[in-house]
């Protein structure tokens, strides 16, 4: 079966103990491990993929993605939207199609594109625009550091974080999951 391809938001962490780049949902608290396929984990969708049907449409459960970029930002959340990533996933497995997008069994991000100021929620241009990258390490309930995604403006308004390492940074992620920024 042909793969589907689809657009979704990530945000970014980092472990504490070795500085590996990870990608996680947005909502959900899951690390999407690098060059290992992303599984749904809802358990009334595995129940369903047990059984060979589809899932539900009423189902919450499985790997969620918009149609097209557009889409995706047009139905940006916009309390939990500063920091985080927009890209291109890969879906296949059993797919529920809707009409703005898709819930997939299986999936891997393929590209990162747009990232969306933690400040002023400016949409910025992973490829063409500045931007720096933020850490601040929280040990309350994870050993992750948590991104600050910053344009331009803002980070030379508040922070100055060396734009060039935080370039680095996300190319130590896209090649640690051979993604690439488009
Ligand atoms: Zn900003």
Redesign the pocket.
Known sequence: MTPVIGWRFWKIRRTSRDCNLWLRSVIRNELWPPMERFEAHGSSYKEVSQRGSPPEANSTSGIYAHKTSRHALENLDRCWCRGIFLGKVKLWGVIQKHQFGYRAQFAYPLSLHLGI?C??K?IINLKSEPFAIGWATLYITESFSVSGF??E??NERYYSVDTESSYRELIQLTERYCIKIE
């Open positions: 100021c400040v002023c400016r910053l344009c403006r803002c």
